[in-house]
């Protein structure tokens, strides 16, 4: 049973897997002022939460856009299974062809979730990650990684909003009623949903006419099931994207 962790700039998403079965998932607050023995210990718990036995995970293996935290969690994961963990990066075996100017300018994240969905649907693809960051990896029809784009986040942007406006509330996001708001919370719901639904609706639109084909379009990250079933394209939601891409990764490496 390995494990696995992904270090995002909000959360640190980690679980066990078998073969292609996912055991569990869970998430918990990136926080860069904490010590290996403090994740040590909440990451061992949450293991033993999902009543797991920390003393049969065999390996595990890391992904991280958080360079200051991959070796304080490459540590606790160690303290845990009392074995260094994979670490997705150069020495990594992908099988990944990416063809961008500087393959070692590519996130991780976007490393694990391409790998995890050539694999898993057919090409060409877009692979939509609704995080911290919005991103868009476009996949072509021979399993190249071709390039993409990169936003703000929704969250962040509603962060901004609320911060550098004297009027504008902090809200918290749920699925509006109409796109036309009747207050301001109705009306920043409406605009940040829809919104975003939108711009997702006309990025598909832009990178298929420069793609030339109509790709699949795959979405994950923990705010694509708010925004994708607004959007008009049809899009595939997998929320364990990710972690299959780990659980890929791991096995192909493994020894």
Do not use: W
């Not at 877009?126 to 936003?151: N, R």
């Not at 009623?177 to 719901?189: A, E, S």
């Amino acid at each position: 049973m390995p494990l696995a962790v992904d270090i995002g700039n909000t959360n640190i998403v980690l679980g066990c897997f078998h073969e292609q079965e996912i055991e569990f998932i869970a998430r918990i607050a990136t926080e860069r002022g904490r010590t290996a023995e403090q994740y040590a210990a909440e990451i061992k718990g949450i293991i033993q939460l999902y009543d797991k036995d920390p003393k049969n995970i065999e390996g595990s293996i890391i992904s991280s856009v958080v360079p200051p935290l991959t070796t304080v969690l490459k540590n606790a994961v160690q303290r845990i299974t009392g074995k260094a963990p994979m670490i997705v990066g150069p020495g990594l075996k992908t099988g990944l062809n990416i063809r961008i100017d500087n393959p070692a300018q590519l996130g991780a994240d976007l490393v694990v979730t391409a790998v995890a969905g050539i694999r898993r649907y057919s090409l060409p693809q877009i692979i939509i990650d609704m995080g911290t960051a919005t991103t868009f990896s476009v996949i072509s029809k021979k399993g190249e990684y071709l390039g993409g784009s990169i936003l703000a986040g929704l969250n962040l942007s509603l962060n901004a909003l609320s911060s550098g406006t004297a009027q504008l509330p902090a809200i918290d996001l749920s699925s509006p009623q109409r796109v036309c708001g009747t207050n301001t919370i109705d009306c920043m719901t409406s605009g940040a949903v829809y919104g975003s639904a939108s711009m997702v609706d006309g990025m598909i639109e832009r990178l298929s006419d420069e793609l030339g084909e109509t790709p699949v379009v795959i979405a994950t990250g923990g705010l694509s099931k708010l925004i994708i079933p607004h959007c008009k394209h049809d899009i595939l939601l997998n929320d364990d994207l990710l972690l299959q891409g780990l659980s890929d990764l791991y096995y192909k490496n493994k020894k």
